[in-house]
């Protein structure tokens, strides 16, 4: 299934300070939702720390940042606050928007097949249209692969 030139698919999820966001507050402005897997791991944390010291870059370019994992408020805050991150992060713990945007599923890890998610970068722009999607990041590099698609889709 191509989520390419469809909606942000409808969700209600709760941030680390508890507030409730849905795909309607993402609206008007560029959005970048990066899922990743579990807060303070080693590439959660090279992937959090490359998006924040991209965050005057990705203001300039309009855009908006959200992490994105199954880590609830208390996990996301000690991130937060740990790596001075300037975004928020949204609990999705019932995998409400990670499954229908392809982030949860089979995935080898340690050369065993384990579910869970799949470290994904989804570009939405302020209509809310997913006009760029990543499926299986690699950290090294992504966020300048993702400013430069950002540059690329606003002309």
């Given amino acids: 299934m191509t989520l390419l030139g469809k909606p942000l698919p409808k969700f209600q999820l709760t941030d680390e300070q508890g507030r409730t966001m849905t795909a309607k507050d993402l609206a008007g402005s560029w959005v970048v939702i ?3 897997p579990k807060d ?3 590439g959660c944390t090279t992937e959090a720390c490359d ?3 991209a965050w005057p870059r990705l203001q300039a370019a ?4 959200y992490g994105l994992s199954r880590d609830g408020a208390a996990s996301h805050q000690k991130f937060i606050v ?3 991150l300037p975004f928020a992060l949204l609990s999705d713990p019932e995998k409400q928007l990670l499954t229908p945007l392809g982030a949860w599923g089979k995935k080898l890890m340690y050369g065993r097949e384990v ?3 799949i470290r994904s970068t989804f570009l939405v722009d302020p209509k809310g249209i997913i006009r760029h999607v990543w499926p299986k990041v690699s950290v090294k590099g992504h966020v300048q692969a993702v400013l430069e698609q950002l540059a690329a889709l606003k002309g």
């Avoid at 309009?62 to 940042?65: D, P, R, T």
Wanted: charged letters at 30%.
């Fill in 51 to 53: 998006f924040r010291d």
């Fill in 82 to 84: 740990k790596h001075e």
């Fill in 62 to 65: 309009g855009a908006k940042v």
């Fill in 34 to 36: 990066y899922a990743y």
């Fill in 40 to 42: 303070l791991t080693p």
């Fill in 115 to 117: 579910e869970g998610i």
